[in-house]
């Protein structure tokens, strides 16, 4: 008998179940789908509007700060109120130029520097310039990144274009050394020189421009050439702290005489001269012209009064020769007049002559010397300033000798004269010899003597018509009398 197997298939109704799972899936993808793709959509247009939404128009977008103040969302009037706060810090601020030893100063306050209505409209318009997309874009980057608004700062470039002048001016001109400071104890102390230079006046506009817009205080380095220090260094200038000497002469104030001796003293101050380096009068003062500022005045021509240009400049040379000689310097060349000075005693005069005649001297200390004159109506005063290891601790200045030389009254007779009677009045002429000794703590003597030869001035009587018995010549003085007054 054959047997057969029959085979069981699979009941019907689990391909139904089947079915029926695989259609509830899929309704749950496209229900899910349609969830995200709202969720999406609502994202989309949040993140596209909410620029938009987050603040009204009259208020700063989030994310702004103006000078590390956080501005986003403050009102216009609020932003006024900023401004307001930082214009008056902005008094308060400075602008420095600097060129290595070159300093100077302007302020803000001096430039009207400040935050004006433009500044205030300009951080109102960020993101709210361009086309709906940049407006969009502009804002979220804003958001999210943060921006420092660039607020320009307004001041006044007439002003500050003419202190770039004035700068320009000053620094062309040849360099000077600093100046001295006195301590009320005798001590002596320097401010800074200023050199000499060709600044870039358009290239220091553009660059203290650009500074000055930042609305901060800062430093701008002065764009120039041909720079010339003077001839005393910083170091150098530490080293000069005492008066080694000083001395003054008087003459009368006002006139054009007054002037030349102003011009003079202030041609020889501020001089810097290092140790076994001279120092010569001449090549200070320059030539004693008009074109330097030289006016006509008195001078003494072979014993006689002359007008001339620059009659005062000897009395400077004078002055400056016995603080010389009071500070133990070296004098290397000195002329005496051709007779003596009114102004100084009998024997310390210092005459000079443009081309002919100086007043020079050595610095043979261990350190450098600093002139300093000073002109005041009626008197002129020259210090010599030093180290105080090179100021003598002994100086005598002293007359030796004396010789008189006696004169005589002439009789003239010029008929072409409108005066009856004219008289010149003569004087006597010396020889003299002044003798310098000084002395250092540190045991170093110097010693220097100057003769002076003072040619006599005879007396001179002129007459229009010849008298019936002019007076008689003067007899010159006996020895004795001579001695006497020496």
């Not at 009259?58 to 401004?83: Q, S």
């Not at 170093?444 to 040619?455: A, G, L």
């Given at each position: 008998?054959?047997?057969?197997?029959?085979?069981?298939?699979?009941?019907?109704?689990?391909?139904?179940?089947?079915e029926?799972?695989?259609?509830?899936?899929?309704?749950?993808?496209?229900?899910?789908?349609?969830?995200?793709g709202?969720?999406?959509?609502?994202?989309?247009?949040g993140?596209?509007?909410?620029?938009?939404?987050?603040?009204?128009?009259?208020r700063?977008?989030?994310?702004?700060?103006?000078?590390?103040?956080?501005?986003?969302?403050?009102t216009?009037?609020?932003l006024?109120?900023?401004?307001?706060?930082?214009?008056?810090?902005?008094?308060?601020?400075?602008?420095?130029?600097?060129?290595?030893?070159?300093?100077?100063?302007?302020?803000?306050?001096?430039?009207?520097?400040?935050?004006?209505e433009?500044?205030i409209?300009?951080?109102?318009?960020?993101?709210?310039?361009?086309?709906l997309?940049?407006?969009?874009?502009?804002?979220?980057?804003?958001?999210?990144?943060?921006?420092?608004?660039a607020?320009?700062?307004?001041?006044?470039?007439?002003?500050?274009?003419?202190?770039?002048?004035?700068?320009?001016a000053?620094?062309?001109?040849?360099?000077?050394?600093a100046?001295?400071?006195?301590?009320?104890?005798?001590?002596?102390?320097?401010?800074?020189?200023?050199?000499?230079?060709?600044?870039?006046?358009?290239?220091?506009?553009?660059?203290?421009?650009?500074?000055?817009?930042?609305?901060?205080?800062?430093?701008?380095?002065?764009?120039?050439?041909?720079?010339?220090?003077?001839?005393?260094?910083?170091?150098?200038?530490?080293?000069?702290?005492a008066?080694?000497?000083?001395?003054?002469?008087?003459?009368?104030?006002?006139?054009?005489?007054?002037?030349?001796?102003?011009?003079?003293?202030?041609?020889?101050?501020?001089?810097?001269?290092?140790?076994?380096?001279s120092?010569?009068?001449?090549?200070?003062?320059?030539?004693?012209?008009?074109?330097?500022?030289?006016?006509?005045?008195?001078?003494?021509?072979?014993?006689k009064?002359?007008?001339?240009t620059?009659?005062?400049?000897?009395?400077?040379?004078?002055?400056?020769?016995?603080?010389?000689?009071?500070?133990?310097?070296?004098?290397?060349?000195?002329?005496?007049?051709?007779?003596?000075?009114?102004?100084?005693?009998?024997?310390?005069?210092a005459?000079?002559?443009?081309?002919?005649?100086?007043?020079?001297?050595?610095?043979?200390?261990?350190?450098?010397?600093?002139?300093?004159?000073?002109?005041?109506?009626?008197?002129?005063?020259?210090?010599?300033?030093?180290?105080?290891?090179d100021?003598p601790?002994?100086?005598?200045?002293?007359?030796?000798?004396?010789e008189?030389l006696?004169?005589?009254?002439?009789?003239?007779?010029?008929?072409?004269?409108?005066?009856?009677?004219?008289?010149?009045?003569?004087?006597e002429?010396?020889?003299?010899?002044?003798?310098?000794?000084?002395?250092?703590?540190?045991?170093?003597?110097?010693?220097?003597?100057?003769?002076?030869?003072?040619?006599?001035?005879?007396?001179?009587?002129?007459?229009?018509?010849?008298?019936d018995?002019?007076?008689?010549?003067?007899?010159?003085?006996?020895?004795?009398?001579?001695?006497?007054?020496?």
């Amino acid at each position: 008998m054959r047997r057969t197997t029959t085979l069981n298939p699979e009941p019907i109704t689990s391909n139904v179940i089947y079915e029926t799972k695989g259609l509830s899936l899929s309704k749950r993808r496209y229900r899910w789908k349609r969830i995200f793709g709202l969720v999406f959509t609502l994202a989309v247009i949040g993140i596209g509007s909410a620029p938009f939404l987050w603040v009204s128009d009259d208020r700063v977008i989030p994310g702004v700060t103006i000078h590390g103040t956080k501005a986003g969302g403050v009102t216009e009037e609020e932003l006024k109120e900023l401004f307001s706060v930082k214009n008056a810090d902005l008094l308060h601020g400075k602008l420095v130029l600097t060129k290595e030893d070159a300093h100077e100063e302007i302020s803000f306050r001096s430039l009207s520097v400040r935050y004006d209505e433009k500044a205030i409209e300009k951080a109102m318009a960020l993101g709210r310039t361009g086309g709906l997309f940049q407006r969009w874009y502009d804002r979220w980057r804003i958001f999210l990144t943060g921006h420092s608004a660039a607020i320009d700062a307004s001041f006044d470039e007439k002003h500050l274009n003419e202190d770039i002048a004035q700068l320009a001016a000053k620094y062309a001109k040849p360099p000077v050394n600093a100046k001295p400071r006195f301590g009320k104890d005798g001590s002596v102390s320097f401010d800074e020189g200023r050199p000499s230079m060709k600044i870039d006046k358009a290239a220091l506009e553009e660059a203290t421009a650009l500074q000055l817009k930042k609305g901060e205080s800062g430093e701008v380095e002065i764009p120039a050439t041909d720079i010339q220090k003077p001839n005393m260094t910083k170091e150098a200038a530490k080293e000069i702290n005492a008066v080694l000497a000083e001395y003054t002469t008087t003459f009368y104030p006002g006139g054009n005489r007054s002037r030349n001796i102003e011009i003079a003293a202030n041609s020889i101050s501020g001089r810097y001269i290092a140790p076994g380096v001279s120092f010569s009068y001449n090549q200070a003062t320059g030539s004693r012209s008009s074109a330097n500022g030289y006016l006509e005045a008195p001078v003494i021509i072979n014993g006689k009064v002359e007008p001339g240009t620059g009659g005062g400049v000897c009395q400077v040379s004078t002055t400056l020769f016995n603080a010389v000689i009071l500070s133990g310097l070296a004098v290397t060349e000195r002329t005496c007049h051709y007779s003596p000075a009114p102004y100084a005693p009998i024997g310390r005069d210092a005459t000079v002559a443009e081309g002919s005649l100086d007043f020079c001297f050595l610095n043979h200390l261990k350190h450098g010397v600093y002139i300093y004159a000073v002109y005041e109506p009626g008197a002129v005063t020259v210090r010599i300033l030093g180290n105080q290891e090179d100021k003598p601790s002994f100086v005598e200045i002293a007359r030796k000798s004396d010789e008189v030389l006696p004169f005589k009254t002439v009789i003239r007779v010029d008929p072409s004269q409108e005066e009856d009677k004219k008289v010149e009045e003569g004087h006597e002429g010396h020889n003299v010899l002044v003798t310098q000794s000084v002395k250092w703590a540190d045991g170093r003597i110097y010693h220097d003597s100057f003769f002076s030869d003072y040619e006599p001035v005879d007396t001179v009587i002129t007459y229009k018509v010849k008298p019936d018995d002019p007076p008689q010549p003067s007899e010159p003085p006996s020895p004795e009398a001579v001695k006497k007054g020496a």
